[in-house]
């Protein structure tokens, strides 16, 4: 490969140079025209700039190409034509015919990237940029130019059709492009009289989008034969038009809209600074140049505005006000998946239509009461897919921190119905039985749900109702995979001999919890949890519901739980029944297989779930099913909020009666609004396909690998049994082994990476900054030149990971489309962050 | 006009009739040849059925319609053209040059409606409707037909450019209709050997939309002037390709996709019975043939399924199976505006475009510590919006609930913080001050805010924290608007004199406030009030916030509470902050002029706010500023969740301190997501522009003129303060004469109407159901058959209104784009329930 494309596409955004991409609504509405004169009144108005041209990609005989027209109707415009094919058809078919080099979408852009830059780098200017055919003709690679050129999000002038039927393509072609976040600046065409599409399109672009619509005469007809009249008449057009004020005003808006998002970016963070209360955040250390304004998002990454005093590399200090020639945007990898909702990546064209289809098909309607087809296929689809043959209902809400109350809703009014508990004096004593660090959500009652912890404990109303055990934790560590247990269950003189760890050759070893548990462990894990519960119903406990994080505690520190521990915990919960109550039900809880016992069991796998961690549901690595299931974030591919809670019939049981006011009498407004159910609904199939297809084979290969490699004692899980992730064993090797203790501990599984930093001061607490570190070379990120023929790209090649820590926790997620490379790309900025990060603080 | 319009326009949908529209992707693209195939093949294949065909608008000269065209290569297939005109340019120019009538969009809409009824009711069939130009040409209003045909949802036959350029038109085409909510059920094209679009659009739409494209050989090309040969070769061609495979296979697909649509239709409301737990209802009586079946949505209404044996008139019941010539959909009027959410309409498609074009700008991106431009510019949009000079922080959450949970929390930190309560001791039992029946949400902090009622009391966490006062509310009552006290209020030896109510000759007259404030009953409810709150404190209450809903109790029984009352308890908490505390704060807190004093005033406008009143905000009406606003609902238009809790400066400094824990640490994966935000912005400056433009003139006009006519002691109010409703004041006049005391009381403002039915039992609670026969009537709706020419119409004049009811009330909510029209269409339905009602409870 000729170009190194470490570094993601990125958008184009330089103070000095104006670069605008023009679209064609249809092919022929004379784009090339429109292009040469908007290059000639630049190039006129803006005398000592430069006024540049690039066709990425030209079809037809390269004698015939736009990039000559514009030297011959516009001389002295540097014209450049990127990808040439002879034959004059859509260049997805002019390619593979030409047997020439077809490049790919990443090649094309750099391309273009590096040309713009070059452009840029030389100082003040316009540059346009001339699609081939309509938005939506196919490039080279058969990606539609929309969706091909979308990285760069570059703002549009869209040539609209001046033909019979013109009116129709033009605003086709707008909501196209606008459904991919484009920006259109203006809208462009000729007056041609017989039609007058320039007229209705004037109004309805006006009325619809304040966009400014500008037309003018269309290009004198070409005589039959006579070149040198044509060129001649040609000449005069655009000389007359060029000149024209209608050319002078688009240049002039368009100039401004230029200079107008500048300024708007450049003060977006002053202007959040003030009016926005930030979630989460002690504003009163966010100043304003620590907050991220992100101009748009595409796949993995935000496009953020480069800060003006952010130092380029650690060694290097950057002058605070940068030349106009460097690049205003760089891409950010977005290492928190947005706070872990993202999967299907950002500003994905799929799940826009998808929205926007339900938008257009329903808007909201109201639930209560009624049903429509998203609502009920994503029920149907939610069902299916957990594969939990207890569930069978399903309750909407909008996120997890809601779906969470309702489940314990649920759950405790089951467990209070079935065991006759009294409805004033015994309600509100009950508790959940928990794990401690759990997080369930900010509201009251999934605060409640929570032992008292930095998230809640000033929180005027939290009132933690439960008890929440201590548990073993899986790392990585010292060349082994580790079961680490707390002082707790480390006695000496116990059952566990005063054991405090096991060993384990893989991941997928730990996993193997069926094996686990008929071996020591297993035995050890029962007797321990039956000995605590018991003594916690003695001390006056009293429990309603089992709540679980199934395999990994996200908020609470990004903690692998030991699976065996939670599997464990549910078959003791549901063995003695008798410890949490006396049932007063007519009929026999286990009358039905799917019948709770002992406690309705609650997992929480809002951040777990879908796939987070590799699979539909975090529950199969535990092998266990709940009676409850909470599902949000990744639910909806990760655009907006949507959450379910999952229950049994007899769960719903408990709510039927001939008092309407025995009802579950929780509702949100916008209950399963269409536009969220449709968009899950497309998300959790195309998710369901990715497993199908096998689209994470190049992920699980190694860990198979590695499984057959070291698999000694146990027998090798077979593939569906398999634990993986995105991250390599190699790079958890290779963080594992740093020197100096600089590492704790580091897991992944799925799309998640959790690294723990040793803190000098022992400190091991959300309050903790020891991971800062790390964190903040991530967030300086890459700018290392990339040399293309000897020139330099400019700053094109610059990114960075933006990411989260908890405590002395750093954790990066990928979304479930992030591709091998990016992942491998990642880990290279990681080595390198962590090694400075080691260096810093060792010196 | 020549056709009656009261019922709203709906989709289409027969058992027996399989109504297909043609849409083309372009102009010239073979939309006439493909359908005439398509007919040809129907009636080929369905020889015992009935194939038609009708051209709605259509340009050219008459004698070369496309009608014609079918007549003569498909003879004997019924064709019709709908409106002519001769000009060879879009309808919209054609009909404006042709003199002739043009017809509005309604009107279209019906002779389209009617003329597929008219076959519907023949029996079995086919019914291809073929569009004009592309999909986005203009119809003869200026409508462009993916918007003119919406309200129908026809399925769609897509079909497809062959050209060069084709590609690109044909998927821009189909999006277009997409974000419409159109289903494209199947794509036809030439099989245009050059360009080969066809190839590529085959694998395109299989694999981004599982829809199958179906192509074949384009018509024979003509000759010059030679007629004779062009008709025999032309015939040739439809001969042969009418009985091709290929058109089989579409017409098979077609019409399994019309079975599959009304088989899953009829199977929904089973399943969800079977697998959804509904929001806020008692599921034991919620019986499968209750549940709505909603197929889409437009403007208003909802397209719903008509139950089978649904009947159509409380006195003719209808068979249980109705023929196969019976429309299976008729709209409903959203009569809760979908619990309340409602303004720019159902399937609004700028509201979709503008969800899409967020989704594909950022598509979902992480909000602490960032910065988008659509979460800032709404932040900015709603501060100004709210011209309340305390408000300068806005915190985003997802739905009213949490919204009203990040309220609570803010203030009563904010209080514990000023008054140097302790965290321990005190904050648990820190309470809000509010009014009896109060809503605030579901969550469990958002219920604690509210009395124990039936939404709560059953709910094991739920524990009222605060105290709730009884209020004044206002009715228009036995021709008069009447302030009623409660009994609590009414002391004969005190200061109300044993006075139970006042009355005033118009609604705007209550609204007064500052005249009102300055005579009798200002000075009775300021001291009222004053010994109230200084009777609570010395019974050892502890407030940390006074929580109103401004205006309307919205679930707590649609109660109009007397504005004057809640101005004077603001301005009462207010002028006595030694009733709640003592300031320990460093600062004064009278140092600004918007800092709180006595309690931080939160305002819960979640269903008063954003013009569901007539106003921005519901606070104008009280002419008071509240500390925290929260805001959700109408925030969107409609759309989907997302809420705002706007808050003073000094509320947000109070969590301001060097400990990261002292922060506001609330926060939700989907914060600001920039769909929701991106959306809202637009909704609410909509709305905005609709009150600047004057658009509610119709409904104030009315109001102003009774002010004028019964303008007696007080001065009458400006523009500014008229209190006004889309509901007619001669409406309520009516309802309020209804003989035998059927209704006992009446009231409405801006989009809401809340009439108190009288309960035999005297029972007037949540769990009542006096109100329910009337909503029984609403959801009969009107079925009365449209003559037109002589001719039966069908059943497509069929309409119902689909309500909520809160015990004794019945309400009815509007959405902000709702016309007049439909308004005074919704009056007469009211009447006639309402009298239906009434009459059936006295006999």
Redesign the interface.
């Known amino acids: 490969m000729r170009f190194p494309l470490k570094a993601p596409a990125r958008s184009l955004l330089w103070r000095s140079l104006r670069v605008y991409q023009v679209y064609g609504a249809?092919?022929?509405v004379g784009k090339t025209v429109v292009t040469t004169l908007l290059c000639k009144a630049a190039r006129r108005l803006w005398k000592k700039e430069e006024t540049g041209y690039v066709k990425p990609v030209s079809t037809g005989a390269a004698t015939d190409a736009d990039d000559l027209h514009i030297r011959r109707f516009a001389p002295g415009i540097p014209s450049k034509t990127l990808f040439q094919y002879d034959l004059a058809?859509?260049p997805?078919?002019a390619a593979e015919a030409s047997k020439k080099f077809i490049p790919s979408d990443e090649i094309l852009l750099n391309e273009l990237s590096i040309s713009a830059s070059q452009q840029a780098s030389r100082g003040p200017g316009w540059l346009f940029i001339e699609t081939a055919?309509?938005?939506?003709?196919?490039g080279p690679s058969?990606s539609?130019q929309a969706d091909l050129y979308?990285p760069l999000?570059l703002p549009v002038v869209l040539i609209g059709d001046s033909k019979?039927?013109g009116?129709?393509?033009t605003?086709?072609?707008f909501?196209?492009l606008?459904?991919?976040?484009?920006d259109v600046d203006t809208v462009m065409l000729f007056s041609e009289p017989?039609?007058?599409?320039y007229q209705?399109l004037t109004q309805y672009f006006k009325q619809?989008h304040d966009i400014p619509v500008a037309s003018f005469s269309g290009p004198p007809r070409r005589m039959e034969n006579d070149t040198t009249s044509d060129v001649k008449n040609m000449s005069q057009y655009y000389e007359d038009n060029s000149k024209s004020e209608t050319f002078q005003d688009v240049l002039n808006h368009l100039n401004a809209r230029h200079q107008d998002r500048i300024a708007?970016l450049e003060s977006?963070?002053t202007?959040?600074s003030?009016?926005?209360?930030?979630?989460?955040?002690?504003?009163?250390?966010?100043t304003k140049d620590?907050?991220?304004?992100?101009?748009?998002?595409h796949g993995d990454c935000?496009e953020t505005l480069i800060p003006e005093t952010q130092p380029q590399e650690s060694t290097t200090p950057v002058p605070s006000s940068p030349p106009p020639t460097t690049a205003l945007l760089q891409p950010s990898f977005?290492g928190?998946a947005?706070?872990?909702?993202?999967g299907l990546?950002?500003?994905?064209?799929?799940?826009?239509?998808t929205?926007?289809?339900?938008?257009?098909?329903?808007?909201?309607?109201?639930?209560?009461?009624?049903?429509?087809?998203p609502?009920?296929a994503l029920?149907?689809t939610l069902?299916a897919g957990l594969q939990n043959p207890r569930l069978?209902?399903?309750?909407?809400?909008?996120?997890?921190?809601?779906a969470v109350?309702v489940a314990?809703?649920m759950a405790?009014?089951a467990a209070?119905v079935r065991y006759g508990w009294d409805?004033v004096d015994d309600?509100?004593r009950?508790g959940v039985l928990g794990l401690r660090g759990s997080y369930h959500?900010?509201?009251?009652?999934?605060m409640?749900c929570s032992e008292p912890c930095?998230?809640?404990?000033?929180?005027?109303?939290y009132?933690g109702?439960g008890y929440w055990l201590d548990y073993p934790v899986v790392e990585y560590s010292g060349g082994t995979w580790v079961v680490r247990y707390p002082s707790e269950m480390v006695d000496p003189l116990g059952e566990s001999g005063g054991r405090s760890r096991f060993e384990y050759a893989s991941v997928s070893a730990v996993f193997d919890v069926e094996g686990r548990e008929k071996g020591e462990e297993g035995r050890f894990y029962e007797d321990f949890l039956t000995a605590t519960l018991k003594r916690l119903v003695a001390e006056g406990h009293k429990f309603?519901a089992l709540m679980l994080e199934p395999v990994v505690l996200g908020a609470g520190g990004m903690l692998l739980v030991d699976p065996l521990f939670q599997r464990t915990l549910v078959k003791v919960v549901r063995q003695h029944p008798s410890l949490f109550g006396h049932s007063t039900s007519p009929q026999s809880p286990s009358s039905s297989p799917t019948a709770w016992t002992g406690l309705p069991v609650i997992f929480d796998e809002v951040f777990t779930g879908l796939y987070r961690l590799g699979r539909f549901s975090a529950a199969s690595y535990l092998g266990v099913n709940p009676d409850i299931s909470v599902h949000?974030?990744l639910l909806t591919g990760?655009?907006?909020?949507l959450s379910v809670?999952l229950?049994s019939e007899d769960i719903?049981q408990a709510?039927?009666?001939?008092?309407?006011?025995?009802?579950?009498?929780?509702?949100?407004?916008?209950?399963a609004?269409a536009?969220?159910c449709q968009v899950a609904l497309e998300s959790v199939k195309e998710m369901q396909q990715m497993e199908g297809r096998g689209d994470w084979e190049w992920a699980k290969g190694p860990y198979e690998k590695e499984v057959s490699e070291v698999s000694t004692t146990s027998a090798s899980p077979g593939k569906d049994n398999l634990a993986w992730s995105v991250w390599s064993p190699e790079f958890i090797r290779w963080v594992d082994q740093l020197p100096s203790g600089f590492v704790s501990g580091i897991w992944a599984l799925g799309s998640v990476l959790a690294i723990r930093i040793a803190s000098a001061d022992g400190v091991d607490s959300?309050?903790s900054n020891a991971a800062r570190v790390v964190q903040a070379a991530l967030l300086r990120g890459d700018g290392t030149d990339v040399g293309v023929d000897g020139e330099k790209s400019g700053d094109i090649s610059r990114w960075n990971v933006?990411t989260?820590v908890l405590g002395n926790t750093l954790y990066v997620m990928t979304g479930q489309k992030t591709t091998g490379d990016s992942v491998w790309g990642l880990e290279s900025l990681l080595r390198r962050a962590l090694e400075d990060a080691r260096k810093a603080g060792s010196a």
Chains 1, 2 share one sequence.
């Open positions: 249809n092919t022929e058809v859509s997805h078919i055919g309509g938005v939506h003709s196919p058969g539609t979308r999000r019979l039927g009116i129709s393509q605003i086709s072609a909501e196209s606008k459904i991919r976040g484009y017989q039609y007058q599409n209705y619809e708007r977006m963070s202007k959040a003030d009016i926005i209360w930030y979630p989460f955040t002690q504003q009163k250390h966010l620590k907050i991220t304004v992100i101009d748009s998002a935000f977005d928190s947005s706070w872990w909702t993202q990546g950002h500003g994905n064209p799929k799940l826009a239509l929205a926007a289809y339900a938008a257009g098909r329903y808007g909201h309607v109201m639930f209560a009461e009624a049903v429509h087809e609502a009920l029920a149907e069902l069978s209902r399903v309750f909407y809400s909008d996120n997890g921190s809601t109350e314990v809703k405790l009014r209070r409805e309600a509100g009950l959500g900010d509201t009251v009652g999934a409640d930095v998230y809640n404990e000033k929180v005027e109303w009132e109702r309603g949000a974030k990760g655009l907006l909020p809670t229950a719903f709510f039927s009666s001939d008092d309407k006011s025995d009802a579950l009498l929780h509702g949100h407004s916008y209950t609004h536009v969220g959300y309050k933006h989260r």
